[in-house]
T-cell receptor, first 115, second 109 residues
Framework: DAGVTQSPTHLIKTRGQQVTLRCSPKSGHDTVSWYQQALGQGPQFIFQYYEEEERQRGNFPDRFSGHQFPNYSSELNVNALLLGDSALYLC??????????????FGPGTRLTVT | QKEVEQDPGPLSVPEGAIVSLNCTYSNSAFQYFMWYRQYSRKGPELLMYTYSSGNKEDGRFTAQVDKSSKYISLFIRDSQPSDSATYLCAMRSDYKLSFGAGTTVTVRA
């Protein structure tokens, strides 16, 4: 049973450039969330996608956008990169919450360095 | 004030000791509470989740939640060098998780 996968593993970009990160959810999961984790900090929620729509968004500027495909995989796009965007970007997948707890499973992350 | 406060440590204990980790929170909307373990340069791994106040045990791990005090804890019994990692508390409201900063734990052989 494949877990959450992310690509690429590492990425180096220059200020002002644009980047696209990719995520495939765990088998059987239909919801994808993206988080940014700066060095020495806990992950910060960027947004969540369900049924190809953004369902909830954290406190991130519009430079951060995403997409979910019919097969539930997702992309995170960041435009006009800043040095402060350097971080580990984590994707988490889960099932749609019903009346109980739903667990988010994380991928290994994509480490983005902006120079 | 952050929604979730967690002492970053670092915490260093001898093998076999009990590791005690805790977080406090301010948002009463948090309903579900989780602990994740994160090894260096890896994604967080879910260890435990709880909903109600009280204790939940899983092997060497015990999670405690006190909603009246807005305080959660994780205890690791008989700690092993392989438990050396960063431990993150997380809390859910709506669809998102809010994390603490993480506590770095080293278990010395």
């Amino acid at each position: 049973d494949a877990g959450v996968t992310q690509s690429p593993t590492h990425l180096i970009k220059t200020r002002g450039q644009q980047v696209t990160l990719r995520c495939s959810p765990k088998s059987g999961h239909d919801t994808v969330s993206w988080y940014q984790q700066a060095l020495g900090q806990g992950p910060q929620f960027i947004f969540q996608y369900y049924e190809e729509e953004e369902r909830q968004r954290g406190n991130f500027p519009d430079r951060f956008s995403g997409h979910q495909f019919p097969n539930y995989s997702s992309e995170l796009n960041v435009n006009a990169l800043l040095l402060g965007d350097s971080a580990l970007y984590l994707c988490a997948s889960s099932l749609v919450p019903g009346t109980g707890v739903y667990e988010q499973y994380f991928g290994p992350g994509t480490r983005l360095t902006v120079t | 004030q952050k929604e979730v406060e967690q002492d970053p440590g670092p915490l260093s204990v001898p093998e076999g000791a009990i590791v005690s980790l805790n977080c406090t929170y301010s948002n009463s909307a948090f309903q579900y509470f989780m602990w994740y373990r994160q090894y260096s340069r890896k994604g967080p791994e879910l260890l435990m989740y709880t909903y109600s106040s009280g204790n939940k045990e899983d092997g060497r791990f015990t999670a405690q939640v006190d909603k009246s005090s807005k305080y959660i804890s994780l205890f690791i019994r008989d700690s092993q060098p392989s438990d050396s990692a960063t431990y993150l508390c997380a809390m859910r409201s709506d669809y998102k998780l809010s994390f603490g900063a993480g506590t770095t734990v080293t278990v010395r052989a």
